[in-house]
């Protein structure tokens, strides 16, 4: 038997996150992990254009996760654990993930994709006040920064326009001053 009709048949023939019936396929959970029967599951293509592109997620969907999260097979479980992590901001999918169980070894697959990393990975620009810094926002110089590489010294006080973040470091934003595009540490800006 090939891995569909076992799938078929382990799911009744439905979709086994939103239990449709229609346009049926394999979803082979990434990253590959087990085979055949542990490593895939059978989705509707409504769930998997959707798995497979987050733009395209509509939480009301997903409202059948409710049900399905409580499935025994891990391919299923750790599908619904992402979608759940993706969605977790709505604020329903966060209390279902509170009530959902999965082994450690599970847990660690759902993760591998850094689908629903927590908040705290993510690279957040603070001032020197700890207010959040994004692209473009205007900052102004708490402190004289002497600049890098030249004699220049960037006085405080100086308002820096449309700042840019170093996407790779919480502690650097960049702007111009007196013409030249310099780097600053978030700790001696202020947001404006
Ligand atoms: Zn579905």
Redesign the pocket.
Known sequence: MNIERELEKRSNHK??????TENLEVLEVQPSKNNGLDGSLL??????EQIENPDKTDPN?WR?LNDSMWSEHSPVKVIAWRMLSRLREEGWPQDLLDMMYLEEEELEWAKATGEGAPAENQIIHRDSNGVIIEAGDNVVLIKDLPVKGSSMVAKRGTAVRRVSLDRDNAEFIEGRVDGQQIVILTKYVKKI
């Open positions: 979709c086994e996150l939103c239990t449709s989705v509707c293509s409504v769930c998997k969907h059948c």
